[in-house]
């Protein structure tokens, strides 16, 4: 019955009423923004069904069917793209969040206010960082001949020839993972702990009244709330799973090409299929494939959280 | 009713950021000594496995070129020196000018950013306005799917022509559309619908409203998300490294990652290289400490001015995760 007085209340206004004029105004900078940056390259996805030549640009190159994607796909490296996307993004969801919350279930619990708080500070630091930077930090452990790895092997060892670490595949995914957890895992922590500061004490007294230790209020009050925050993180997280991070896997390994089995992602793969084989369709392809797979997951996560649980689905 | 239930969560969630840890004051149980005592051990290792990297950084920007010879990059260098950091004032020119690209991009391009974003999310707010679902989808739709980057590359290089320009810094990336819901909520949160009706009725346009109901009650939320856009404009390294050839417009992070490559970046933009002696001086430069002082020039601002906002940054993303 509302609901329909809200419609015919809807109907007798005008579509663009005098005083709405302000507000399509104040939007407009922002839609104009959209349309060019955010709209027109979707038409522009049109290369990747192009044989793009910079001389015809995007309106006189032909057109070639699917080529670029058999191209992509004939080739090894999409699979192995594909698979270090998604496994690498996997387990850096996994770990972090396990971290992440143990670490700020640690700070809540700590009875020293002060030493909560210094850690804290320090905790957030690397998540303003940029790649740039930690790549360097980076370096100065694995640098060949005068970085602190090789030079406490040598001490250890008396091994004279420094191993080139830029070059030694088997290290890279623990490393990726751990330099990843290095950047983020505070800053998460943090935010969980400042959810976590705002459950009310009500429940906490409660459960002190009922005889509960801190561990059971841990794991019955302080957990589920943040369930939230966490299912929420583990949607964007899902929906960008094919979503490499670029600085990570373009800057820590220093974009050495003996490590590509190991630390190329899909993103990595486009610039480089750009700016290297200067290769338009095919890294148009690539990434419309990114685009769509992404845009498939995100509904499909979506949908199952809205299953499961419609409070922390996103749409 | 839900708008004001929405407001005092964000009040309480401010308040409790100031005060956290008020269970152990109001007299609630706590955890035993040995457990506590593992806890802090726990969250001090993980805090020294932050702090030892970049302290190698620090201490290898003061180690002499020999030191780093004989033992390599070492907590315990053999020699110290301030080198590294008078050297890199004296061919500084193209640091200089990299500090001041990044510098004019983060806080002009944050200022547009903002100005676009919180108008927008304002519109947004206006739970009346007929066409608010058509701004809200066209907006959310990019979260969802997007062209990517080389149709967004050949736009800016080829169609737009502001590939090698400043202007590259400036526009794209101007609205976040993440950052524009999170605005959306702030306003919705904190600012209750009667009162936009309140001030309609007073015969305030939206203009009026916005500037003077609006802004003033929102300044956390600019605050947070400002804050956010200039950290990241200033770490941004990616945008020099695709679109900029010339060299007065290589930003810091992009220059860090070329000297990275090769200190050499550094000296060939020098004004040293034009006299013979400068061009001796250039050949004797120290590599290693030179870049390390370098890199913590880099860093040295965020690191000194984050711990005074970092209130913001937590609040920010608390109240961004409430559901819109």
């Excluded at chain 1, 009922?210 to 709330?225: E, M």
């Excluded at chain 2, 690191?303 to 920010?316: E, N």
Aim: charged share 15%.
């Amino acid at each position: 019955m509302a609901k329909t007085q809200t419609e015919l209340r809807l109907k007798r206004r005008p579509l663009f009423p005098k005083e709405d004029l302000a507000l399509h105004v104040m939007a407009a900078p922002g839609l104009i923004y959209l349309i060019i940056w955010a709209y027109l390259p979707m038409l522009g996805l049109i290369m990747a069904f192009q044989n793009y030549n910079a001389r015809d640009g995007i309106f006189g190159s032909p057109l070639c069917g699917l080529a670029n994607f058999r191209f992509l796909f004939a080739s090894n490296d999409a699979a192995i793209i594909t698979r270090n996307t998604v496994v690498y993004n996997l387990v850096f969801i996994f770990v972090n969040m396990l971290l992440a919350v143990g670490l700020s279930l640690m700070l809540t619990e700590l009875r020293s206010r002060s030493y909560a708080k210094v850690t804290q500070t320090i905790f957030m630091l690397p998540y303003f960082l940029s790649w740039a930077v930690v790549a360097i930090v980076v370096n100065a452990f694995l640098h060949r001949s005068d970085g602190l790895v090789n030079h406490f092997i040598a001490r250890m060892t008396g091994r004279s020839r420094p191993t080139d670490w830029y070059t030694v595949k088997s290290i890279w995914p623990p490393l990726l993972v751990a330099v990843n957890a290095w950047k983020s895992v505070g800053y998460s922590a943090v935010l969980y702990l400042a959810v976590i500061s705002g459950i009310s004490d009500e429940y906490y007294e409660a459960a002190v009244l009922d005889g509960a230790s801190r561990w059971q209020q841990a794991k019955y009050i302080t957990i589920p709330h943040l369930r939230f925050i966490i299912s929420i993180s583990i949607i964007m997280a899902m929906g960008n799973i094919f979503r490499g991070d670029f600085g990570l896997f373009y800057n820590v390994p220093m974009n050495s090409g003996r490590l590509y089995e190991v630390t190329d992602v899909i993103d990595t793969y486009i610039y480089r299929s750009l700016r290297v084989l200067n290769n338009v369709g095919m890294s148009t392809a690539a990434g419309l494939f990114q685009s769509a797979v992404g845009f498939f997951t995100l509904l499909l996560v979506n949908q199952i959280v809205r299953r499961i649980d419609p409070e922390s689905s996103m749409f | 009713m839900s708008t004001v239930d929405l407001n005092s969560t964000t009040v309480e969630t401010t308040r409790s950021t100031k005060s956290r840890y008020r269970p152990h004051q109001s007299g609630l149980n706590v955890i035993s000594r040995p457990w506590d005592f593992a806890f802090m051990l726990l969250i001090g290792i993980f805090s020294l496995f932050i702090l030892i990297p970049m302290a190698l950084v620090v201490i290898v920007s003061f180690s002499s070129e020999l030191s780093i010879t004989k033992v390599g990059f070492s907590f315990t260098p053999t020699e110290w020196t301030l080198d590294g950091y008078k050297y890199l004032f004296r061919v500084g020119d193209q640091l200089l000018n990299s500090y001041l690209v990044t510098i004019f991009h983060s806080i002009v391009g944050t200022l547009m950013a903002m100005a676009v974003m919180t108008l927008y999310s304002y519109v947004l707010a206006q739970r009346r306005f007929r066409f608010r679902l058509f701004y809200t989808w066209i907006l959310f739709f990019t979260m969802l799917f997007g062209g990517g980057l080389v149709p967004t590359y050949i736009l800016n290089t080829r169609y737009l022509g502001i590939g090698d320009s400043i202007w590259i810094f400036l526009l794209p990336g101007l609205v976040s559309a993440y950052n524009v819901i999170i605005l959306r909520t702030f306003i919705n949160s904190t600012i209750p619908d009667t009162l936009f009706e309140a001030a309609r009725i007073d015969g305030a346009g939206h203009w009026r409203i916005f500037f003077s109901v609006v802004l003033p009650l929102f300044k956390a939320g600019i605050a947070t998300i400002g804050l956010f856009q200039i950290v990241g404009r200033w770490n941004n390294w990616f945008t020099g490294m695709l679109y900029i050839q010339k060299p007065h417009l290589i930003p810091l992070q992009t220059m860090l990652m070329k000297i990275q490559q090769t200190i050499d970046f550094l000296k060939q933009n020098s004004e040293l290289a034009n006299t013979p002696d400068g061009l001796r001086l250039l050949r004797e430069l120290p590599n290693q400490n030179l870049r390390m002082a370098t890199t913590v020039i880099v860093i040295l601002p965020i690191i000194f001015a984050y711990p005074f906002f970092q209130r913001y940054f937590v609040t920010g993303l608390t109240v961004g995760s409430v559901k819109g």
